[in-house]
C-alpha cells in the first residue's frame, strides 16, 4: 500500500471512530490563495443529505460542479431547496464573489457564473479533505459560519505546460486544469510545438503526426554532461483533434481558457524535418533528439506562410481562446543569413537586417490572425526589430521586454525567470530531481510582483498578470511535473489572486502546511520542504556566526557541530551559532521528539576572508542574485553541479570587479574560486582574470592569469601569491577583475548572445 493513502485511511479512521455519525472539521478557515477580506462567527452551518440548493441557469456551471462536488465526495444528493442559494449581484466585478455562511443557509453572490465558481472553490476549501476523494462517509459535516468578499488582482492567472519535450495523458492534462481552477487560476499556456515534437493533429499535414511527433532517441542526465549520452528509444505521439476538443471543453467547464502554442520562426526543426521545403536550405533534418537552440528555421518564403495559415485555421477551430501564442524566442538568424529567399525578402521590404525580418515574420502572421479575429501573444524576443501593431508580450527574460512593451502601449504577461520558472531546482538538497539547474524556492515565487518599478500607475495598466512556466527537458512523467508545480503553484496563485498588501509568507506557509493533506487527497505529488533548515552565514563586527531556521511554525531545531548525527538530545537551536572555526553544521526539525525532514549538513571554511568587507561593481542577475555580494566570502562553497544554488552568483554579458577589504592586513598565500561553464546554458568562464594588492603600506601588486583548463563543467581558479617570507609582506585590498567571457560563437547553444558568468566562494589562505 502506498505510504500516502496508508496515512489517509488512518487519518479517516481516527475521525469515523471519534466523531461517530458526525464530522467536526476543524476550525481552521485556510484557503489558498487568500481572500481578501474574511470575518467568522461562533455558529455552524451544517451540511447534510437533507441539504437544498436554489439556482438559475446563469449559474449553471457552478452550480453543477458543487453539486458533483458534493455528490462524489460524501454522498448527499443536493436536493431542490433554499439552504445553499445563488444570488447575482451586478454590482460585484466579473471574478469576483462574495460568500456568506450562517446557521441556517450559505448564500454565493456573483454577477458572473465564473464569479460564482471562484466562490465555490473557497467553500471547497472550507470542507474535509477526504470529499477529494470520495472516502468521506459521515452523515454530517459542521462548516464554520463566516463572510468572505473576494476578487482577483489580475486578470491573467496562468500556468504553462511544455508537452513538446516530454508528452503527458489526456487525463493527466485534466489533472492539471482541475488544479488551476481549484486555485483560481484562469488561463493554461499549452506548450504543443517544438525541436523536439509536435504534438497536436493537424490533418493538412499527415507527415506531422507521422514524422514531427517521433524522435529516434532522447539526451539521457544533463545537456552539459559531457560526452552527451542517449536512450536509443523512440520517443513521441500527439494529441488528436478529438482529444484537444475534449480537453478544451473540460477545461470550458472550469472556467480555464486554454492558449495554444505553436512556435515560430524557431524551435521549428521537428516541423522541418517533416517537410523539409519549409527551411531555408531544403535539406532534411531530424527531429531533435536533445535540448537547447537549434539553427533550423522556417524559411520566410511565400510557402511557409501558406503551411503556418493552414495549421492556424485548424487550431483556430478547436481553441476558441482570445489569444494564439506564437514563440518567437530563440531564433537564429545563421540560416536566413544565408538564404538568399530570406536575402531577398529583406531587400524587397526595404528591411534593415534579419532582425527586422523577423518582426515582418511576427507582423504577417499576426495581420493574418488579426483578420480571424484573434490576437498574438509572444515571448518577447517579438520585439526584435520593432513589435507587431497588436501583439502582447510575454516577458521571460527578466523584465526589460515588459517595461518596453507596456511604455509603447502593448499589453504583458510577466513570466521571468527570477521567479517564474517552475523548471529551476526548488531546494538545495541533493537528492532532488536532475532539472535544467536555477534555484527558485518556494519563498522567491511568493516575493514575486508582477509590477516591475520603472513602471508609471498607467503604464502598469498594460501588465494583465502573469503565469508559472514548466519546460520539461528533465521531467519525462507526470510525478515529476507535479513534484516542480507544487507547491510552487500555490505561491503563484496567491502572487496573482490576493492583494499584495496583505501579503504576508508566514501565514502563507502555515496554510500550505494545512493544504497539503488536501493534495495527498488529490494524490498530487507535491514537493514538501516546509521542514528544511535554512542556514546563513552573518559576520558581526568581524566575528562570525551561523543562523538556522526553518519555513514551519511550533517546531524545533537541534544541532550538533562535532559531526555527531542530531538527535532529539542534540542542543536546542535558540540563538546564532559562534563560528571561531571550520566546522561542520548538521541540523534537524523535530516536533517534538518526531523527526522531521532531512538531516541538514553545511560545511564552512572559516577562511582569511570571511566577514571582510566585499563590494562589486555590478549588481548580480536578478534570477541568480544568490546570497548577494557577501556570499562570495562566507565561508560556504556553491554546488559542484547546480550554477543558481544561493552560493553561486550570476551575471549577464557583464566584466565584473570584485574588492575585498581584509578585516586587518593579512599575510596570505592563495586565491581560489570556481567558475561553472556550462556552456549548454549559456555559461562561460572567463578566459582570464586580473589581480591587484594593496599591501599594508599603500604598495599595489597586479597580476594577469590566463584560465586554460576550461574544459570542465566547473572551471577551478587557483592562484598562488608567493612573498619572501623575511619581508612580513601583509595584504590589506584584494580585488579581482572578471571580464566576461564576450558573445557566444555561432555553433553553439546561444550563439549570438551574450554569455553567463557565474562565480562560487572566493577562498583566502
Known sequence: MHFKTFVRIFILSILIISCKDQYFEEEIVSILPNPDTIETSEDYFVLNSDTGINSNNQFSISTDFLKSYIKSGSGFNLKKGDEIRFSKNDTLEAEAYNLQISKNEIKIEASTDRGAFYAIQSFRQLLPTSFEDGTFKNSEVKIKALTIKDKPQFPYRGMHLDVGRHMFSVDFIKKYIDALAMLKMNTFHWHLTEDQGWRIEIKKYPELQE???????????????????????????????????????????????????????????????????????????????????????????????????????????????????????EAPKTRWKLCNKCQIRIKNQGLKDEHELQNYFITRVEEYLNSKGRQIIGWDEILEGGLAPNATVMSWRGTNGAIEAAKAGHNVVMTPTSHCYFDYYQSENDDEPLSIGGFLPLEKVYSFNPIPDDLTVEESKFVLGAQGNIWTEYMPTEDQVEYMVFPRILAMSEVLWSNSKSKNYESFVARVEYFQERLDFLDINYAN????????????????????????????????????????????????????ESTVVKAQVFNDDEELGETFVQNINLHKAVGSNIKIDKQPHKAYSGSGWEGLINGISGSDNRYGDKEWLGFWGEDIEITIHLIEEKEINTIKTRFHNGNGQWIYAPKKIMLEFTLDDGTKVTDKVAINNRKEVVTNFDYNFITPEDLNIKVKIIKLIVPNYGTIPDGKQGAGNKAWTFIDEIIVN
Not at 240 to 257: G, L, M, N, P, S
Open 529 to 580: 520542504h516546509l521542514y528544511e533548515i535554512e542556514g546563513n552565514m552573518i559576520s558581526v563586527k568581524g566575528k562570525s556566526f551561523y543562523e538556522l531556521k526553518t519555513l514551519s511554525k511550533k517546531k524545533s531545531i537541534r544541532y550538533t557541530i562535532d559531526g555527531a548525527e542530531p538527535s532529539s538530545n542534540s542542543t536546542m537551536y535558540s540563538e546564532k551559532i559562534p563560528i571561531s
Open 211 to 329: 514524422v514531427a511527433a517521433y524522435r529516434d532517441q532522447t539526451l539521457i542526465g544533463h545537456y552539459s554532461d559531457q560526452p552527451h549520452q542517449f536512450d536509443g528509444e523512440k520517443y513521441g505521439g500527439f494529441y488528436t483533434q478529438e482529444e484537444v476538443k475534449e480537453i478544451v471543453a473540460y477545461a470550458q467547464e472550469r472556467f480555464v481558457t486554454i492558449i495554444p502554442e505553436i512556435e515560430m520562426p524557431g524551435h521549428s526543426q521537428a516541423a522541418i524535418a517533416a517537410y523539409p521545403e519549409l527551411g531555408c536550405t531544403g535539406e532534411q533534418v531530424e527531429v531533435a533528439q536533445k535540448w537547447g537552440v537549434f539553427e533550423e528555421i522556417y524559411c520566410t518564403k511565400d510557402e511557409t506562410f501558406d503551411f503556418l495559415e493552414n495549421v492556424l485555421d485548424e487550431v483556430l477551430e478547436l481553441f476558441p481562446s482570445r489569444y494564439i501564442h506564437i514563440g518567437g524566442d
